[in-house]
């Protein structure tokens, strides 16, 4: 056991040894070197480096290269995520067609049903309209003077009658009056006509 | 009585840059107080003492340039220490992939640059070297500080951040892998 432990320590202190006879060689030549002096030349080169003399590895062109690198990947990003003609038309068909039915939509909102034309003030217009269309058709047709009271007198007397009948309501007018033809439309200016004939 | 003036910005900024100074001249001292251990450190991991040198030019470099990420200076020895550490280690691992590339042995490599080998036997210093090469990265490393370094158990303890327990039973590993490497060698010799 001691003779194993012995040969043992022999072994390594053989080793150990040789390991200090390297250390101290390679010692003396360390010291021989000022390193120091050595080391504070390193500083200065390292502190003064040149720019890279390989012209791609300058930072100007780095950069420049990776500004184009990025425009080039967003267009072609663009061209892939874009879409196709086809696609782009029936969207735009889509949205006017939205649009349409949305002033459709807003137009039948907006829309306001014709009133009716009532029978009363309707009535005084329909009279009004009578006397221009007398005063028109002697214009036209040169009539003398001395008829135009003649006809006018026809005239007023069609609205009176016309304003009686709507006073005595429905069942009791006249059967000149039945057909709606002095209702709706005064045909007195047609007396001209006959009075030329 | 004349009133002290205030102090202007630049003496301000005078007295930062003093003290800045102060601080990297003492810094610095101290690093340059353990330079020859760092030498012998890098001598054990690249096993030549042209390239041990540049290694230890390297590590100051490393120091001197990360050396805010210090706070504690009673901690120096050890940071410098796990720098150099570090700074082999990666050189191996360059090495390694340059062998690759030329495809040469590493004695052949190395042959013509060890002086040491008029002093000692060469064969047997290269038999050394190539059994310290084969032991594992973590016994490695505990051997180099040890044999190369002189660092005590704790120094190596607080270097590596390991316990003092695994330090001792690393080294023993070590010592017992290299002398049945050496040993087996001699047999194959005879």
Same mark, same amino acid.
Not at chain 1, 169 to 174: A, H, R, T, Y
């Given at each position: 056991m001691k003779k194993n432990k012995a040969a043992n320590n022999k072994e390594v202190f053989e080793f150990t040894e040789l390991i200090q006879k390297e250390k101290e060689h390679a010692l003396m030549s360390f010291q021989k070197q000022d390193f120091r002096a050595r080391l504070n030349r390193r500083i200065k080169e390292e502190s003064k480096a040149p720019a890279p003399s390989v012209f791609w590895f300058r930072k100007p062109v780095i950069a420049t290269g990776m500004a184009l690198i990025l425009v080039i990947l967003g267009w072609i990003a663009t061209q892939i995520l874009a879409p196709n003609p086809y696609e782009r038309d029936a969207r735009a068909i889509k949205k006017a067609l939205a649009q349409v039915f949305d002033v459709q939509e807003l137009l039948v909102a907006q829309y306001v049903p014709q009133v009716e034309p009532q029978p009363g003030p309707d009535n005084l217009h329909e009279f009004e309209w009578s006397l221009k269309r007398v005063v028109y058709s002697a214009q036209r047709e040169n009539i003398a003077d001395s008829d135009v009271p003649g006809i006018l007198s026809q005239v007023l007397q069609n609205a009176t009658l016309v304003k009686e009948s709507e006073e005595k309501?429905?069942?009791?007018? #006249?059967p000149e009056t039945k057909n709606g033809l002095l209702f709706k439309?005064? #045909?007195?200016?047609?007396m001209l006509y006959k009075i030329q004939d | 009585m004349i009133e002290a003036e205030a102090p202007t910005f630049p003496l301000v900024q005078q007295t930062k840059v003093a003290e800045k100074t102060e601080r990297e001249s003492k810094v610095l001292e101290a690093l340059m107080a353990h330079q020859e251990k760092v030498f012998l450190i890098c001598l054990g991991f690249s096993r030549n003492p042209a390239d041990a040198e540049d290694l230890t030019q390297e590590v100051y470099l490393k120091a001197l340039r990360n050396i805010?990420? &210090?706070?504690? &200076?009673?901690l120096l020895k050890f940071w410098l220490f796990r720098v150099a550490r570090n700074t082999c280690l990666d050189f191996g691992r360059k090495r390694k992939l340059r062998r690759h590339a030329s495809l040469k042995p590493e004695h052949e490599q190395h042959e013509s640059r060890t002086p040491e080998s008029q002093l000692v036997s060469r064969e047997q210093l290269r038999s050394l070297k190539a059994a310290i090469q084969q032991l594992s990265k973590k016994q490695r490393e505990a051997f180099i500080l040890k044999e190369y370094g002189d660092l005590s158990y704790q120094e190596i303890a607080e270097t590596l951040k390991i316990k003092h327990g695994t330090v001792m039973s690393r080294l023993n590993r070590a010592r017992q892998a290299i002398k049945n490497r050496m040993n087996g060698e001699n047999n194959e010799k005879k």
């Open positions: 309501g429905p069942e009791e007018l #006249n439309e005064d #045909n007195s200016h047609q | 805010d990420s &210090l706070t504690d &200076l009673s």
